[in-house]
């Protein structure tokens, strides 16, 4: 397990520098596996380096794709898979460690297309709004999944959104959900950008990096 400052999403990549000792354990451990994956989950209270964290108990797998040896430290490059919920947290040993199910992908039904383009739309406006006011980590234009599943995950993924808005749409149940509460969210930033207000938003870590 990953704790991490901020949320993956399905079909999201994740670059990550890799410097503390028992992260560079479990990447070892993980690269000897034949599905070379490991867990993140955004953490509570504390920070990411130096352990005594508090996690949430709902995350996102992530594949690795690459991995490059750098002066001092790893840059890892994976992809979000899965949504698991953690059963049990075990003893960090020497790395966080649990017991984790696997979620079921969210529902998809007839308006789910509709609905994404609805959530696509209305995200891609704010990207644009909120690019006069701060530095947001996707362009407005840029390119998503042409698969409905992946794609929903990945129009979320680049909303201008804080940590907390995303770990609550991380664990919705069905694409209507998800798409509805993304809406909703996005337009409130809307706003806060709209009238200058947009730094409030990003305060520390809470627009992803």
Do not use: C
């Not at 504390?46 to 964290?53: Q, T």
């Amino acid at each position: 397990m990953f704790p991490l400052g901020s949320v993956l999403f399905p079909g999201m990549p994740l670059q990550l520098r890799v410097f503390e000792p028992r992260y560079i354990a479990m990447l070892s451990s993980v690269l000897k596996e034949t599905e070379q994956e490991f867990g993140v989950v955004l953490i509570e209270r504390g920070s990411e380096v130096g352990g005594g964290d508090t996690r949430f108990g709902v995350g996102t797998v992530a594949r690795i794709v690459s991995v490059e040896q750098s002066e001092g430290f790893i840059v890892l490059l994976a992809t979000g898979g899965a949504r698991f919920e953690v059963v049990r947290w075990l003893q960090d040993d020497p790395f966080p460690r649990a017991e984790v199910r696997e979620l079921a992908p969210v529902e998809i039904d007839e308006s789910t297309p509709s609905e994404v383009n609805e959530a696509e739309a209305a995200v891609r406006a704010t990207i644009s709004r909120a690019t006069e006011f701060v530095e947001v980590p996707w362009p407005a234009d840029i390119e998503l999944s042409s698969d409905l599943a992946q794609r929903i995950w990945q129009v979320a993924g680049i909303a201008p959104l804080n940590t907390m808005d995303q770990h609550a749409l991380l664990r919705s149940r069905s694409a209507s959900e998800l798409l509805s509460r993304l809406v909703e969210d996005v337009q409130g930033a809307d706003i806060l950008f709209a009238a200058g207000w947009g730094s409030d938003l990003q305060d520390g870590d809470d627009l992803p990096e």
